[in-house]
């Protein structure tokens, strides 16, 4: 009778994963071609289009980041390409805000960028008015907005966000305080720390990417 128990129990475990897998491809591809940006609206379409309905069932935001880089490597070859000018373009930037101890984060850096993706910078500096006035010197004409970003567990905050074009590409940059950057802000996909690079260690990336490439062949 226990054999009986354990092994329905891993039937139904085993469905569970698999319905989670189709889950997190399914809102990967919604991604991906649709240009939907929030992984839970993402996922619960996907459900409901693939009509699953079990909380238990619905994957990781994590999953879904993986599934899309799987899905972009397979099917959207081009954005190989949007990935590395954005890159490139996020060096240039990185070398542009040193002032501001700048940071890149988001899709560009995780790998999972396409042709709608702006380049975003985390900068740093206790004084508001300082990188306003740095787009101003330098005749950059940018938008200001606000994001919400969560510092840890218990704390959120809105921060100033100025966002410009130049070479064809969007950029988008947050301004925050000079005590976080000995820590991330959390990120909406898994709610660690997000990932940030600086320009020593986009550098190294880059480079990394084409050594891997000229051993592909």
Known sequence: MHQARQHAHQHAQTRIRERRHRLAHEAARLIAESGIR??????????????????????????????????????QRENIGSLRQRREAALRALEFFAPFDPRLVGPVLEGTADARSPVALHLYSDDPAAVPMFLEQHR??????????RLDRERSEDFPVWIFSAEDLSFDLT?????????????NVDEKPMKRASLGQLRQLLTDEEISEFERG
């Open 38 to 75: 929030d992984y839970h609206q993402a996922k619960l379409k996907a459900a409901e289009r693939l009509g699953i309905c079990d909380d238990a069932s619905l994957p990781r935001n994590r999953e879904i980041e993986d599934a899309l880089r799987e899905y972009q490597r397979l099917f």
């Open 175 to 187: 301004v925050l305080p000079l005590d976080v950057l000995r820590q991330a802000p959390l990120s």
């Open 140 to 149: 950059i004409p940018a938008e200001e907005r606000n994001r919400r970003l």
